[in-house]
């Protein structure tokens, strides 16, 4: 009789070794089921000679200012990210309301405001090459052709993956004129100034709203080009609170993104793929992971992505990659590089 309190002690602890035990094998089972899931298909991508583990990257000027958010967005799936365009000195952007969205399109007047080089190579470069989790774009912007070399040379000191030429916003249009993307001469002329400066992969992000985006592609590849990133925003379009009679963007006009978008994205992808075989970030109302099998099959390498950050959150990267490796299991695709400029 005396036994039992000690018996009862004994049994607890082998009940709750067991729990802890059974804990352990649920995590393991749940990890290899995941592993599983994601080695059915390999997503990872070669894009510049840098290795990315999917193909999707988050877009310029979305999510893209801080290292920690920028971390955030790898930590919800994204294969590489974007930072938002740097400028050499600070650029204050338009004012509130700059953006809004609706069921088929998004719009943005950001201006394209940023805190200028030096804040991105002494804060958000080092910190996110602490522990690197993905590989990282830098996109840098400027008015004048010579000094897209100077942010070329600087940028190149946080060593970023890649060079992003952003010379297609078109919501400062009415502050500096047409963007360089819009005219083949002046998107071959940065292409050259930026490639003097730098040893990195340079990519050129083109504009939409042109007559012949492969003509100017071709321009860009002709002066050293190592690839594209194919579109930014179109337009600029506008649109009006009809009960207040005033435009709802303070800027009055700015740039379409989001699903309307997609295709003239894939027609523009298409069209640059054709005309220099250069590996593109294909970008532009990707919302499922189905729309980002369609950009690969027109020339994608990588597929960039925005504003579907709106509409599905954050997490939506995460989302994406599953749909596109369900989309490949059910196609017989083992390594998503087959996929690649398919439709010809
Ligand atoms: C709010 C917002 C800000 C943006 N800022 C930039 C930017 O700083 N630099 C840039 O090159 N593109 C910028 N873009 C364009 C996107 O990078 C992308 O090319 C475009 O939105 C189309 O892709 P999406 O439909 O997936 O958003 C911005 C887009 C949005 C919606």
């Known amino acids: ?171 400062v249009e009415d502050k500096y004129g047409k963007p360089f993307a819009c005219s083949l001469v002046d998107a071959a002329k940065v292409t050259e100034a930026v490639k003097s400066r730098t040893k990195k992969p340079v990519i050129i992000k083109l504009s939409p709203n042109v007559n012949d985006i492969g003509e100017i592609a071709k321009a860009c590849a002709d002066r050293g080009a190592d690839g594209f990133c194919v579109i930014n925003t179109l337009g600029p379009g506008m649109a009006v609170d009809i009960d207040l009679r005033m435009p709802i963007l303070a800027n009055k006009v700015g740039g379409i993104s989001g699903p309307a978008l997609k295709p003239i994205a894939v027609k523009c992808v298409y069209d640059v793929y054709k005309a220099t075989g250069l590996p593109i970030v294909a970008t532009g109302g990707v919302m499922t992971g189905e729309d980002a099998i369609e950009m690969m099959m027109v020339g994608g390498r990588l597929v960039g992505i925005g504003t579907m950050v709106y509409y599905r959150g954050v997490s939506g990267f995460k989302k994406i990659v599953k749909e596109m490796a369900d989309w490949c299991d059910k196609n017989g695709i083992h390594k998503i590089e087959e996929i690649i400029g398919v439709v010809k």
């Open 1 to 171: 009789m005396e036994e039992l309190p000690v018996r009862l002690e004994e049994w607890k602890w082998v009940f709750k070794k067991s729990l802890t035990k059974a804990f352990y094998l649920v995590l393991l089972l749940r990890f290899k089921v995941e592993i599983y899931i994601f080695q059915m298909v390999d997503l990872s991508v070669k894009f510049c000679r840098v290795e990315f583990k999917n193909p999707t990257v988050l877009a310029s000027g979305v999510l893209g200012v801080t290292a920690s958010s920028l971390k955030n967005v790898v930590r919800n799936g994204a294969g590489g990210v974007t930072t938002k365009s740097i400028w050499l000195q600070e650029n204050v952007g338009h004012k509130n309301p700059t953006m809004f969205g609706t069921d088929h399109y998004f719009m943005n007047a950001v201006g394209l405001s940023d805190a200028g080089i030096e804040k991105a190579l002494g804060e958000t470069f080092p910190e996110y090459n602490k522990r690197k989790p993905a590989p990282i774009i830098a996109s840098i912007v400027a008015v004048k052709i010579e000094d897209f070399g100077l942010l070329a040379e600087k940028i190149s000191e946080g060593n970023p993956d890649i060079i992003e030429v952003n010379i297609s916003c078109p919501n």
